[in-house]
């Protein structure tokens, strides 16, 4: 055998050994992970119950989360990304408004259950700030719930209230369709009209109901009209629970500069999203990239307002260093390696969003006293074909009328046919 035969595997273990050592001893690596440790990386948006649903139709007992390879999300990742707690989002999509959205959401509050009951080693159930820091005492992952998108209740702050109850703590206000309360962002790109010119008299109702049912408002996915009414009427603090900075990409799914000062002011949050077209409006992007919206919603918002909102198994393209969420810690690397002290990083892990919450929680015990409110929407709003008209009288009225009149006429023009 030749010297050269000899030298050159030998060369390339060697570079391959070392390059492994430089990536288990980057000092802003080790650094994030230690930190990770101390502060929860509260996540606010995971579609992982949209994959157990598009991909199992929601069996969970066919499905091995320890051992499931096809997604951006399971266990082995959540453990390596150091997650301390993630908002799974109970999400099914704009073409079931109007039919059974109401049953599939509730479909997927029960998975989010069933997956923290199924995996108790790993998941633990959450629905307050207390019970995020109590989980991420005992090693757990806390579980919480967002709705995303306000037709998931059918126009019914009675449903939004059920939902709360069953441990639901945001309701993203739209998805990608108007529902008959509020415009969604596709209004600000012109390929849908306005309907409501932001919010209707009965979503101003919805915004002060979550504030006194303690429910965190999510502003993903609404038109800058409704960030700002939302922004003005609101008194408790509201989040965008995956969405990034505009002036980086300008893209409608994206937050504005005026609206991240206006953020900063309410004592709200920007959870950045990590989908390549939010992050550099085109199919690729990479973890730089990503960083540099952190660093721009600090710079105009202040660091009080960042958080992360990866998107993850809700998106079909993510930036090269972020494949999955065991990614994590390389980002949080990267935000160390740009300057970010460690206060920063902790404020942007957790500490923010448990801030948040903190003050939604505290807004909601200030109107322990006021009623629920229990007044509908206004039938004309909501008139489909598949929907029924019980409990609205005047409505009821109408429509009795109508078949009385359309009978007599039918019995008139019977004696009429009759007599001739």
């Known amino acids: 055998m030749s010297p050269r035969s000899i030298f050159i595997p030998c060369l390339a273990l060697w570079i391959s ?8 001893e980057d000092p802003y690596l080790t650094r994030a992970q230690s930190l990770m440790t101390e502060t929860p990386l509260i996540d606010g948006h995971n579609d992982l119950p949209w994959q157990l649903r598009k991909n199992f139709n929601n069996q969970l007992n066919k499905v091995n989360l320890t051992t499931l390879n096809t997604t951006h999300t399971s266990i082995p990742k959540i453990k390596k990304g150091k997650i301390g707690a993630q908002f799974w989002s109970a999400y099914v999509p704009c073409d079931t408004q109007y039919k059974d959205a109401v049953r599939q959401t509730l479909e997927q509050i029960d998975v989010i259950h069933r997956m923290c009951w199924t995996y108790p080693d790993t998941f633990q159930f959450a629905t307050s700030s207390a019970e995020i ?6 090693k757990k992952v806390a579980s919480l719930i967002g709705v995303e998108g306000g037709h998931s209740i059918d126009s019914s702050l009675a449903t939004l209230r059920i939902m709360y109850y069953m441990g639901a703590r945001y309701l993203t206000l739209t998805h990608s369709c108007n529902t008959p309360w509020a415009d969604n962002w596709l209004v600000d790109t012109g390929s849908e009209p306005s309907e409501h010119n932001g919010l209707s008299a009965f979503g101003k109702r919805l915004i002060a109901e979550m504030n006194r049912l303690g429910m965190l408002i999510d502003l993903a996915h609404v038109p800058v009209k409704v960030m700002n009414e939302v922004l003005e009427m609101s008194k408790a603090p509201v989040i965008f629970s ?14 504005p500069d005026d609206i991240l000062a206006k953020v900063h002011q309410k004592g709200g949050i920007v959870m950045v999203n990590f989908y390549n077209d939010y992050v550099t409006c085109s199919n690729t992007a990479n973890l ?49 390696r740009r300057g970010w002290t460690d206060q920063d990083v902790k404020a942007a892990l957790g500490e923010n969003l448990l801030r948040v919450m903190k003050k939604v929680e505290e807004i909601r015990d200030s109107m322990a006293s006021s009623l629920p409110d229990d007044v509908p929407i206004p039938y004309d709003d909501v008139n489909n074909p598949c929907r029924t008209s019980y409990g609205y009288p005047d409505s009821g009225a109408v429509h009795s009328l109508g078949i009385l009149t359309l009978l007599l006429a039918l019995a008139s023009q019977a004696v009429m046919t009759l007599a001739v």
């Not at 820091?133 to 005992?138: D, H, I, P, T, V």
């Not at 002036?247 to 937050?255: E, L």
């Open 17 to 24: 050994c070392c390059a492994v050592t430089l990536a288990e």
């Open 133 to 138: 820091e109590y989980a991420f005492r005992s």
């Open 242 to 255: 995956h969405s990034s900075a505009y002036t980086i990409c300008p893209h409608k799914r994206n937050v």
């Open 288 to 336: 730089s990239d990503v960083a540099d919206h952190f660093d721009h919603i600090k710079k105009v918002g202040g660091v009080d307002i960042v958080g992360f909102g990866g998107d993850y198994d809700g998106v079909t393209r993510v930036p090269e260093g972020l494949e999955d969420v065991s990614k994590y810690p390389y980002l949080v690397a990267e935000l160390l």
